[in-house]
């Protein structure tokens, strides 16, 4: 019996990779409505895969470092300007305290020399410590005036001279007592001098004969003008007012370190409590960031004080930069998300859409009549055959029923003359058998037309034969 068959042969792309059916286009089974929203709900999430780990690695960090620079690194910082400010008044509290014990050192030299204690002693004790004032007052230019008084307070001599004062109470009252009790001096309240009304302070010292009595008092007068001058060359910070406190809690300079008024005196008594209740140094009140350290030996207290706004305006403004920069960031990493969600979905898309027109033509190939075949040029291997070829290759060729036709060579199946592929890789030229007799397993005989064509690539190289 013979039976007559075509066969012919299309061209497959080299990259066209996929299954082959054996069923027509639509042979499955329709998609049921419950699995198309699972699968409309997994391909919409799935949009944001790339989306989330984007912001999860661009915003996680800009939170933290936000995070960090609030707490961490405000404290830090707020800490480190407390330092410096406590380092800054402890250099003023030193600056006030080293000229005091300079001024003080000439009254303890003084005060345990004996000829110092005879003149107090001696019969005309007035005349006498009014000459040994004129010759020693010009010799220090660091007082602004010096005098001598008894043991009960009574002015013997000064400089500047006051006449009226002789023999009349000197202010003992402000520094007797506490000179009494020490051996060494003493630093008076700030008050204004008899003389000229002028606002200074008293340093004075007891003078003592070798058994330890008390003959008088030795003591200079420092204006709180030569100190304010020396604080006015210092440079202060913006919107910082730096005072010094007395005993009393009384404030000595005014603005521009200027002595400080009578009307102005007692309104830093409440500033003064509130350091004394203080530890640290350092504390607010309304509104102002207060620093202070105590003047050595004297019982002062020099402090600064700055609207906290300022004194912290350093951390604020690093805050803002810091605020502006993780706003930035995070504006960046969501647009980088979008863009990067955007060119996905764009590839996404693009493979699916390739993947659909290779399965398209793989079914369209798979279901054709036609026996067609990919033959790789160099190991006569077969890259790719539809379905119909794999049943000629069975029933005409050599190959063994369950081989795979992947596995199998062109010789192996011997359709076509084992020449004919040579000529076709080496000249190009088609070959073609019309009609060719094959028997099947049967016996029956079957008449083919058998197609051989080169594939050739854009650089004209022949990658496969089909």
Not at 200 to 223: E, K, Q
Not at 233 to 253: H, P
Not at 324 to 340: K, R, S
Not at 351 to 375: D, H, M, Q, W, Y
């Amino acid at each position: 019996m013979e039976q007559a068959s075509t066969a012919r042969t299309f061209i497959l792309p080299e990259g066209a990779g996929g299954l082959i059916g054996d069923r027509g286009i639509f042979a499955g089974k329709p998609m049921q409505l419950r699995d198309r929203f699972k699968k409309q709900k997994r391909d919409r999430f799935q949009r944001f895969n790339i989306v989330f780990p984007i912001l999860l690695a661009g915003w996680v960090p800009s939170i933290l470092t936000l995070v960090v620079s609030y707490t961490i690194l405000t404290n830090t910082l707020e800490s480190k300007i407390l330092r410096d400010r406590q380092t800054f008044i402890q250099l003023i509290a030193h600056l006030v305290g080293d000229d005091l014990s300079r001024t003080g050192g000439i009254i303890e030299y003084y005060q345990t020399l004996p000829d110092v204690a005879k003149l107090l002693t001696g019969p005309n004790a007035q005349f006498a410590a009014q000459l040994w004032l004129g010759s020693t007052f010009y010799s220090h230019p660091r007082i602004d005036g010096m005098f001598i008084t008894a043991p009960d307070g009574t002015l013997i001599a000064s400089l500047p001279s006051s006449p009226e004062m002789i023999g009349k109470d000197f202010g003992s009252d402000g520094w007797r007592e506490q000179a009494k009790a020490t051996n060494g001096t003493f630093v008076s309240a700030v008050h204004p001098r008899f003389q000229d009304k002028r606002r200074a302070t008293d340093i004075v010292g007891a003078v003592r004969t070798p058994d330890g009595t008390i003959v008088g008092y030795l003591g200079v007068s420092v204006l709180m003008e030569r100190m304010g001058r020396r604080l006015s060359a210092i440079e202060f910070a913006d919107e910082s007012v730096c005072q010094v406190l007395d005993q009393n809690g009384t404030a000595l300079f005014g603005t521009d370190f200027r002595p400080n008024s009578s009307i102005e005196l007692g309104k830093a008594g409440t500033l003064m409590n509130d350091i004394s209740k203080n530890k640290t140094g350092h504390f607010e009140r309304h509104g102002n960031l207060y620093s202070f350290s105590p003047v050595e030996s004297t019982g002062w207290v020099a402090v600064v004080a700055q609207p906290k706004a300022v004194a912290y305006k350093p951390v604020h403004d690093l805050l803002n930069k810091m605020k502006i920069l993780v706003g930035w960031l995070l504006v960046g990493t969501a647009v980088g998300a979008l863009g990067a969600n955007k060119l996905y979905r764009r590839e996404t898309e693009a493979t699916r859409r390739i993947e659909r027109e290779v399965v398209f033509s793989e079914k369209i190939l798979a279901n054709v009549p036609s026996g067609i075949a990919l033959v790789d040029p160099v190991s006569r291997r077969f890259l790719q055959a539809n379905e119909a070829f794999a049943q000629m290759a069975q029933r005409f060729g050599d190959l063994s029923p369950g081989r795979d036709i992947t596995e199998a060579t062109y010789d192996d199946v011997k359709i076509a003359p084992p020449e004919a592929i040579e000529k076709v890789l080496s000249f190009g030229t088609p070959f073609q058998l019309v009609e060719q007799p094959f028997k099947d397993k049967t016996g029956v005989t079957h008449f083919v037309n058998i197609s051989l064509l080169r594939l050739q690539s854009s650089q004209h190289t022949a990658p496969g034969t089909d």
